[in-house]
């Protein structure tokens, strides 16, 4: 691309400079943010800003960051049973959650290149419930922390189906719901029935960090 592109972009989205006529232009601004942002990312060239301006933007980034995750975290809100505390999401990796017959099961993975700290091969999710005492049944003693995922070469400690592929990592299976249902929530799906969990999914979400 398509610098140019990108830098019109930048121009064009001058007329967004605040949020107080959110909805409708910050839906259309939705598709020139995300696709001017992929092109700028993958763009080869040297950027033309200087050091001042490269900072302003990881600033603005950064705090649109933590918005965009402080928002995710509201995705499983409301999950019953209600009585059970959100699961902590693991960094570089993500928690897939879901409920059947009342009982809230989360399995949490990790990216590529990163293993879990603990081994738990045959534990491949994690249930809160009534018969739990609607706390988090977890190798991390008493908390809301399921797992940990740090760097690592090798990945043995999880189950195969605990990480995310290379080239599919958390947020790009999450951006692409035809990837959700495929790649992951069927797995998981499949490995409850397998256990005898029986019945309809519900509040079913995958958070990513
Ligand atoms: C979603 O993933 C599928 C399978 O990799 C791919 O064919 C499709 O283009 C992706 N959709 C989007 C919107 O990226």
Redesign the pocket.
């Known amino acids: 691309m398509a610098l140019q592109g990108a830098l019109m972009w930048i121009c064009s989205l001058a007329v967004l400079s605040s949020c107080a006529d959110q909805d409708e232009s910050l839906q259309c601004g939705y598709q020139h943010l995300t696709s001017n942002l992929k092109a700028v990312g993958e763009c080869e060239d040297s950027l033309p800003w200087s050091s001042q301006e490269r900072a302003g933007l990881l600033l603005n980034l950064r705090n649109l960051m933590d918005k965009l995750y402080t928002l995710q975290l509201r995705e499983c809100q409301g999950a019953e049973p209600n009585k059970c505390p959100q699961a902590e999401v693991p960094e570089d990796g993500g928690l897939l959650c879901t409920t059947v017959s009342n009982k809230r099961y989360c399995k949490p993975m990790c990216n590529h290149g990163h293993d879990f700290s603990f081994l738990r091969r045959s534990r491949v999710y994690e249930e809160c419930s009534e018969q739990t005492g609607f706390k988090w049944q977890s190798q991390f003693f008493g908390g809301n922390k399921l797992a940990v995922c740090n760097k690592a070469k090798i990945q043995v400690s999880g189950a195969a189906s605990a990480y995310f592929s290379e080239d599919q990592d958390c947020l790009t299976i999450k ?2 719901s ?2 959700i249902q495929s790649a992951i929530m069927g797995a998981f799906g499949s490995e409850l029935r397998g256990a005898g969990v029986q019945g309809d999914a519900e509040n079913s979400c995958l958070l990513c960090g």
């Open positions: 951006s692409n035809s990837l």
